[in-house]
């Protein structure tokens, strides 16, 4: 089967740096997604991964290691408006190539 | 020039009723998704569809059957709906099927059966 964990929340303030870990186990691993769910909205892609290292976009970040099953996205000059979820989602072949997403992970910016 | 568009956006039904979300992309892609998020976030994958075939199939009852006339429509039609069908149902595509990495969600449908 498959699984992924990510914290259920994260809380910082504005112009801050916050990390959002994503470890997962899965027989067939592709890739890493990270998509952004502000309340009341649909999901939105930010970006992915399939090779280790960082890829960075804009003051958004996501990096994979392969080795060690874990990803992260990097949240950089925090605003009021990153206040949202975010998913990780791996992408795994062995289930059919679909995408199966983590619980999310509620960022909560402060003044 | 919405990409994926799902209608209707909100839907309040009692128990018992069928009931059908259409969903439409305008984005050329080749597959689509129905996803279903409850009430605690979970987003998970409920079919998909590449040129109108059926590809993924997820363990769900049997009274949610997915159709798609065309690559660029995918509708769902749920009988006999019950309590636990309550939650925010997401339509999304992807350019093709090899690509599922990147999906473009439509606005939900939040479902509600009482």
């Known amino acids: 089967g498959q699984s992924l964990e990510q914290p259920s929340e994260v809380t910082a303030v504005e112009g801050a740096i916050v990390q959002i870990n994503c470890t997962y186990q899965?027989?067939?691993?592709?890739?890493l997604s990270w998509y952004q769910q502000h309340d009341g909205g649909a999901p939105t892609f930010l970006s992915y991964?399939?090779?280790?290292g960082l890829e960075e976009t804009g003051r958004f970040s996501s990096f994979l290691s392969r080795s060690d099953s874990y990803g992260y996205l990097l949240l950089q000059e925090l605003q009021m408006k990153d206040c949202a979820s975010y998913f990780c989602?791996?992408?795994?072949?062995?289930?059919?190539?679909?995408?199966?997403f983590g619980g999310g992970t509620r960022v909560l910016v402060k003044p | 020039d919405t990409a994926v568009s799902q209608t209707p956006k909100y839907l309040v039904t009692q128990m018992g009723n069928d009931k059908s979300i259409k969903c439409e992309q305008n984005?050329?892609?080749?597959?689509m998704y129905w996803y279903k998020q409850d009430s605690k976030k979970f987003l998970k994958i409920m079919f998909s569809?590449?040129?109108?075939?059926?590809?993924i199939n997820e363990t769900v009852p049997n009274r949610f059957s997915p159709k798609s006339p065309d690559k660029a429509h995918l509708n769902l039609h749920i009988n006999s709906l019950e309590l636990g069908d309550s939650a925010v149902y997401f339509c999304?595509?992807?350019?093709?099927?090899?690509?599922?990495?990147?999906?473009?969600f439509g606005p939900g449908t939040r479902l509600l059966v009482l």
């Open positions: 999304a595509s992807s350019q093709v099927l090899s690509a599922p990495e990147t999906q473009y």
């Open positions: 899965t027989s067939g691993f592709y890739g």
């Open positions: 991964n399939a090779l280790d």
């Open positions: 989602a791996v992408r795994d072949l062995a289930a059919g190539n679909k995408l199966t």
């Open positions: 569809y590449n040129n109108k075939e059926l590809i």
């Open positions: 984005l050329g892609h080749d597959t």
